[in-house]
T-cell receptor
Framework: AQTVTQSQPEMSVQEAETVTLSCTYDTSESDYYLFWYKQPPSRQMILVIRQEAYKQQNATENRFSVNFQKAAKSFSLKISDSQLGDAAMYFCAYRRRFGNEKLTFGTGTRLTIIP | EAGVAQSPRYKIIEKRQSVAFWCNPISGHATLYWYQQILGQGPKLLIQFQNNGVVDDSQLPKDRFSAERLKGVDSTLKIQPAKLEDSAVYLC?????????????FGPGTRLTVT
């Protein structure tokens, strides 16, 4: 079974600084996706960034980028120029590309932005 | 494009009572998911529908939980009778089709408190 581990229950960063959230996963599959979702207090899960396992290039979305290390099964999220609106729970998630498409989530990291 | 709609947003019931949650997916989305998110954890899939058929209900506690998706559109998740450990946020998500490159879009969730 696939598992996703987030070892940082809480992180904090000064506004405008950079922070990195960690995630490791375990799978025997070779074709899959990895995601970072943001969940603000409103509870709505918002997709931040997606990485396809078959792509070697790390995904980037504006201030958000990932460091995908397939051999090490590591998938970290870097947030640059942190803003107050980035404060939320961040969940790392895994999904097979084909077959059972359920998302498997980690336990989350609560990110606090210090003004 | 309207997002995934869920109601109610909040519900408080006593143990052994019954409760129902409603989800309206994004128009045209064939796949619908129900996730349970217990406080301090990531969401866990309860059931996945493809149109009005069940694809995966392996994690659904079938002695008390039931779900249906009539006509392949709206879905209802029911709990009867509720237990204290059912207190959680229930998230509904939908995707255009299952698998491949299609993303899951989440609704705002229903927060259930069982007293």
């Amino acid at each position: 079974a696939q598992t996703v581990t987030q070892s940082q229950p809480e992180m904090s960063v000064q506004e405008a600084e950079t922070v990195t959230l960690s995630c490791t996963y375990d799978t025997s599959e070779s074709d899959y996706y990895l995601f970072w979702y943001k969940q603000p207090p409103s509870r709505q899960m918002i997709l931040v960034i997606r990485q396809e396992a078959y792509k070697q290039q790390n995904a980037t979305e504006n201030r958000f980028s990932v460091n995908f290390q397939k051999a090490a099964k590591s998938f970290s999220l870097k947030i640059s120029d942190s803003q107050l609106g980035d404060a939320a729970m961040y969940f790392c998630a895994y999904r097979r590309r084909f077959g059972n498409e359920k998302l498997t989530f980690g336990t989350g990291t609560r990110l606090t932005i210090i003004p | 494009e309207a997002g995934v709609a869920q109601s109610p947003r909040y519900k408080i019931i006593e143990k052994r009572q019954s409760v129902a949650f409603w989800c309206n997916p994004i128009s045209g989305h064939a796949t619908l998911y129900w996730y349970q998110q217990i406080l301090g954890q990531g969401p866990k899939l309860l059931i996945q529908f493809q149109n009005n058929g069940v694809v995966d209900d392996s994690q659904l506690p079938k002695d008390r939980f039931s779900a249906e998706r009539l006509k392949g559109v709206d879905s209802t998740l029911k709990i009867q009778p509720a237990k204290l450990e059912d207190s959680a946020v229930y998230l509904c998500a939908s995707s255009l089709v299952s698998g491949g490159d299609y993303e899951q879009y989440f609704g705002p969730g229903t927060r259930l408190t069982v007293t």
